[in-house]
């Protein structure tokens, strides 16, 4: 089962495991020290969202332990949902991690909300010209998202894994998602400044 953001990551599992899952996390975290992860969700620990990859192809057993693994997660306290076609969530969610790298800019809020604007809708026109669907959380998400709220005032908007990253001295992800990006625009002829 695979956690990580981006669309390049399941492929590569598909070199080593004949059964591969795709999934999308949304947790409020904070990992800013050296073994010490802070969720800030309540009363569930965060959402996961899982399926079997890739979608079209994936052998029964395949979908069987997504099916699975999302029944372990959800009685493990997340909110946990199975769907048939995980390339349409990590597409999504790759639409917003491509923004998170903003939260390490100082600066005007409304340049960086611009910013912001302006780099998720750069990967939404690359990922239209790679023919990749988006999933639509807000009306596909199976479950009460009340069920994992972030705690007011538990951590600040805008510190997420990238400025983490930063604040522990890290590297970060940032040239792995914008750089899926900026090869899906090259890959389909979409310009990516």
Excluded at 70 to 75: F, G, N, S, T
Excluded at 113 to 142: G, H, N
Excluded at 159 to 181: H, I, K, M, T, Y
Aim: net charge negative; aromatic share 4%.
């Amino acid at each position: 089962m695979l956690l990580q953001n981006g669309l390049e990551t399941e492929r590569v599992a598909l070199r080593c495991f004949p059964t591969v899952v795709g999934g999308v996390a949304l947790i409020a975290a904070r990992h800013v020290v050296t073994g010490e992860v802070d969720v800030a969700n309540a009363p569930r620990l965060g959402e996961v969202v899982l399926g079997a990859y890739p979608s079209a192809t994936a052998p029964p057993a395949a979908r069987a332990v997504a099916e699975q693994a999302a029944a372990d997660l959800d009685r493990a306290g997340w909110l946990a949902q199975h769907v048939t076609d995980i390339e349409r969530w990590l597409a999504w969610k790759l639409v917003a991690s491509v923004t998170f790298a903003v939260g390490v800019l100082s600066g005007d809020e409304d340049e960086r909300a611009r910013l912001r604007t302006e780099l998720a809708a750069e990967a939404r026109a690359v990922l239209t010209a790679a023919d990749q669907d988006l999933a639509d959380a807000a009306r596909e998400l199976a479950h009460d998202r009340s069920l994992a709220a972030v705690v007011s005032g538990a951590h600040a908007p805008g510190q997420q894994s990238p400025w983490q990253a930063f604040a522990r001295g890290a590297g970060s992800e940032v040239d792995f998602l914008n750089g899926e990006v900026v090869l899906l625009g090259r890959l389909h002829g979409v310009p990516t400044p």
